[in-house]
């Protein structure tokens, strides 16, 4: 066997498309936001919007607070 075996056999997997990755991870995050939305209605009913409002103007960084407003958002929606 020769170091290049390895590269041109068929086995070799590739990574998905960065487009595909794009598309995977913006579809988990809808999933995660619709998940935090039926848990939050769950456990505090009408009080969720609120609950996650105040998430969303906490210090733990962009991406959570850009979470929670999101959250926030489809709570409204939902009313």
Known sequence: ???TDGVTT????RRPSLL????????SRRRQIDYAVWD??????EAAYGIAR???QQPIGFER???WRKVA???RQLG
């Open 73 to 75: 958002v489809r709570l």
């Open 40 to 45: 939050l209605r769950e456990r505090y009913g």
């Open 65 to 67: 607070r850009r979470f």
């Open 10 to 13: 068929d086995s070799v997997q």
């Open 1 to 3: 066997m020769t170091a």
């Open 20 to 27: 595909r990755r794009l598309w995977q991870r913006r579809r």
């Open 54 to 56: 105040s998430s969303a």
